[in-house]
């Protein structure tokens, strides 16, 4: 009911920017100033498995945030993303010991890899829909992985490759490195994320959302707009992909292109809310603490992460962060467009 | 001689493939959604019949007896109490689910039966082979399995084409609002469709521990070869997945006789290829909507 | 007792009120015609007699029961059959299979196959057709056989003239005489006045979703029909 009083209460004119700034736009923009002070300094306060620990929920948070604009926001649900990971970690390989580029360097570089070979993959995807886009996605991934694991000598075969050239850093300083370029990866994801969707492939995606014919039929170039998604969704699982191996230096085909780099970043999103922003950030928190609290339990903590997704989808589908905003709303990025208080004069009487 | 011998295995390992495909092809042609726990419901199959033989001592083939009202059951249930509660939303809560039920499903075996490779045990008839000529001989039980696919998909066909149950079928995956207007329960019908799905899926699973050693973590290989059956025989079709399953299975071991490695890898891009060439498939059945 | 009460009811569609507080009765037997402008309502009120659409406030008796609520499902076993608009037969299933599907409801009656081929001969020829094989007069006919089939009480007929020619639709309309023959109440939306008028015993117009005139057939002011079917007596 509380929303819906706020509703009723006069508005300013409609000639104000869209985005009216309100009261509380003031307490997120602090409170996100907080988070980020805490982050960028952590490495000079935190010890280093805390700095581990927050490299890992980057990574983590970058997929989700990727993987929720395509899924939440596209339609496009996608059990594949391990492909650009796995390419993204190949990537790392090539460039850092073949070539012998700095590794660091091969981030940004994977991420255009990634990019360059989801291209083709979104010709052969974009002609299928729903369930059968996301199985196939799947296949594309396996593909991917059958063929480096067995038929790319060059790249190591099953038994991979490890990325020597790492050994040139002192330890401290690649952890430091790894640090900074994880959390400059999420910062991109979550705020690429949240000006795309600002900008007009946002409202076209919201158009696409709820009606993709009806999108169509007002000229949204869907496909077009489909692709952008799906291939910055792939520009940065490729990137996190050379990231996290450029900490766990031995690159195997079956781990780099685990189906668990999709399960996991699903299950993130599930839990979080999708179709939000907010949604992935709490969703990357929770299964930390989650699989934390099930540490060593093995079998149990994935059968356990299966139940809770099947029971948020039926019972809370946007999430605990959309059970949380049932209550009492309070967006930290600003998507959404609101209409016009014209519009809204019958909705009360509903 | 090896070409034929490798064509014709070929053709029966994709009977076993067109036996995965099949449930999945009921229910995508009925629901327009894909159980991605599909794989993983075969292999639970595979289990409950091996626990079956333990307690009851029956034979796997036996087995069925009990395990197909069962797996009716679980799959009517599945889609009565869990699936049909989100059909309002879109494909996405119930990929979503399926998903979720793959990993219980994966480690709940993996809890209760061991990441040990088990096999299911029905006699002689595992080994047998019929020798066509010097030097072609062919598994009986491929064979048998080739058969009871035929058996399977003459009476899906009879079934959908004869009986007023199966053209309401039809009628729902048509165009479920005006099914309901001739009286069809689409929920009813849904859940009946899942059940159906899951006796098929019965079959499949014991067949498949007969062939071959199995284990907890075996189900999206099974899905993934069921999906692409589908892919290439076309959506929906019942035919079309004795075509899909037949191609697939040649597919594979022709690239398996070239080098074992790319076994599983030319199935996958007989897949991509069909899927670059003929997105339906090639006996598209499905009337596309929207 | 009437076969079908209507006490007034109202839907919405999202914001869109489609009926505004909707009142009318049929007695067993007889043939009534909703008529009225685009938008009028008639359609929303064909969907929320069948169960298709939900009404938010009012009471729907058929044959003394209040129905409003149920599930399109469970009507057709009580005996409201519907013609949808648009015809919408099953893509994949022949003319045959499209008529068979009309008797899952399982109820007993004088209309099987055989009977229904009776009525419109020119399906004969066309059993084994899949439905959009057909013309659309065909279409129409398999449409209203697909509902005769389920041996309604009521059956609820939706534009069943729509791009249509002329002389398909008094083929078509030449049919209703024998549905009635059979007991059938018939509930028709008609955009044609004077079509509607010659087949109905009472009419019923709407105007911006309500009840803007009623009465019998053959005794109506034609004139004020044309006033309240253009909203020109407000």
Avoid at chain 1, 214 to 235: C, H, M, N, P, S
């Amino acid at each position: 009911m509380s929303e819906n009083r706020s509703e009723i209460e006069p508005r300013p004119p409609m000639t104000a920017a869209p985005y009216a700034r309100e009261a509380h736009v003031a307490l997120p923009l602090v409170l996100l100033g907080a988070v980020l002070v805490a982050l960028v300094s952590l490495p000079f306060w935190g010890d280093g498995s805390l700095q581990r620990t927050a490299l890992e929920f980057f990574y983590f948070l970058a997929l989700a945030q990727a993987w929720n604009l395509m899924a939440g926001y596209a339609g496009m649900m996608s059990i594949g993303q391990q492909a650009f990971v796995g390419i993204g970690a190949y990537s790392l390989v090539v460039f850092a010991e073949d070539l012998g580029l700095n590794p660091f360097l091969t981030i940004p570089l994977a991420a255009v890899v990634a990019m360059i070979l989801a291209l083709p993959s979104s010709w052969l995807l974009f002609r299928l829909k729903g369930a059968y886009f996301a199985v196939a996605t799947w296949v594309i991934a396996e593909t991917v992985r059958l063929a480096v694991n067995a038929n790319i000598d060059w790249l190591g075969g099953g038994r991979g490759r490890t990325v020597r050239s790492l050994g040139q850093f002192d330890r401290h300083l690649r952890e430091d490195l790894g640090y900074y370029a994880g959390l400059a990866l999420a910062l991109i994801a979550v705020f690429g994320v949240f000006f795309l969707l600002r900008s007009k492939t946002g409202l076209a995606l919201q158009a696409i959302r709820d009606t993709e014919n009806g999108a169509r039929a007002v000229g949204v170039e869907t496909r077009r707009t489909k692709r952008i998604v799906y291939l910055f969704a792939a520009a940065i699982a490729g990137a996190t992909g050379a990231l996290i191996y450029i900490v766990q230096i031995n690159v195997r085909p079956d781990a780099a292109f685990s189906i668990n780099w999709a399960a996991y970043v699903i299950f993130i999103v599930v839990i979080g809310g999708i179709g939000t922003i907010e949604g992935p950030i709490l969703g990357t928190i929770l299964f930390f603490v989650l699989r934390d609290l099930l540490e060593g339990l093995e079998a149990w903590s994935m059968l356990i992460f299966g139940l809770i997704a099947i029971v948020m989808m039926l019972f809370a589908p946007k999430g605990i962060w959309g059970v949380m905003n049932a209550h009492r709303p309070v967006p930290l990025f600003r998507t959404a467009r609101k209409l016009p208080a014209r519009f809204k004069a019958d909705e009360g009487e509903a | 001689m090896i070409a034929i011998s490798t064509a014709l295995n070929g053709i029966l390992l994709g009977g076993l493939y067109a036996l995965y495909g099949l449930g999945l092809s009921l229910t995508f042609g009925i629901m327009r959604t894909v159980n991605l726990a599909h794989g993983d419901v075969i292999v639970l199959a595979t289990y409950l019949s091996l626990l079956t033989t333990q307690i009851l001592g029956f034979t796997p083939l036996m087995s069925l007896v009990v395990l197909v009202p069962v797996m009716f059951c679980i799959g009517y249930g599945l889609q009565r109490l869990v699936l049909n509660r989100t059909l309002k939303d879109g494909m996405m809560p119930a990929v979503i689910i399926t998903f979720g039920l793959s990993f219980v499903i994966q480690n709940g075996l993996l809890l209760g039966f061991s990441a040990d490779r088990q096999v299911l045990r029905q006699g002689a008839v595992e080994t047998m082979g019929v020798t066509l000529a010097p030097g072609l001989t062919l598994g009986l039980f491929p064979i048998l399995t080739l058969g009871v696919l035929l058996v399977l998909i003459f009476a899906l066909q009879a079934f959908m084409g004869r009986t007023l149950l199966g053209r309401a079928f039809r009628a729902t995956s048509d165009d479920p609002n005006t099914a309901e207007l001739m009286g069809i329960d689409g929920r009813k019908i849904y859940g009946l469709a899942m059940g159906l799905a899951f006796a098929i899926i019965a079959v499949t699973g014991v067949i498949m521990g007969i062939r071959s050693n199995f284990s907890p973590f075996d189900g999206p290989a099974r899905l993934i070869f069921a999906f692409e059956v589908i892919i290439i025989g076309g959506m929906g079709s019942i035919y079309g997945v004795l075509a899909g399953g037949l191609i697939l299975g040649l597919a594979q071991t022709i690239g398996g006789a070239i080098s074992p490695t790319y076994f599983q890898l030319a199935g996958h891009l007989a897949t991509l290829g069909i899927l670059a060439v003929r997105p339906s498939g090639l006996f598209p059945e499905t009337i596309e909507k929207g | 007792m009437a076969l079908l009460d209507v006490e007034n009811i109202s839907a919405r569609y999202g914001l869109f009120q489609a009926l505004r507080g909707i009142s009318l009765t049929a007695e067993e037997g007889e043939t009534l015609a909703i008529v009225g402008a685009n938008g009028a309502g008639k359609t929303t009120l064909l969907r929320a007699i069948c169960g298709a659409l939900p009404a938010s406030e009012g009471r729907i008796l058929f044959d003394g029961e209040d129905i409003a609520g149920q599930p399109a499902s469970q009507l057709v076993q009580r005996g409201i059959a519907m013609v949808p608009e648009g015809r919408r037969l099953f893509p994949s299933l022949t003319v045959e299979d499209n008529l068979i599907i009309g008797s899952y409801p399982k109820r007993k009656g004088v209309w099987t196959k055989d009977k229904v081929y009776e009525l419109f001969p020119e399906l004969v020829k066309r059993r084994m057709n899949r439905g959009l094989d057909l013309s659309g007069g065909e279409q129409q006919m398999v449409a209203i056989g697909r509902a005769l089939m389920s041996n309604p009480r009521l059956i609820l007929m939706d534009e069943i003239s729509l791009g249509l020619a002329p002389i398909v639709v008094n083929q078509i309309y030449r049919s209703l005489p024998d549905i009635s023959a059979a007991g059938t109440t018939v509930l028709l939306v008609e955009q044609d006045l004077n079509r509607a008028l010659s087949v109905s015993d009472h009419v019923t117009c709407l105007l911006e979703g309500h009840v803007e005139l009623a009465g019998v057939s053959r005794e109506i002011d034609r004139q004020a029909l044309i006033d309240a079917y253009f909203g020109a007596s407000q």
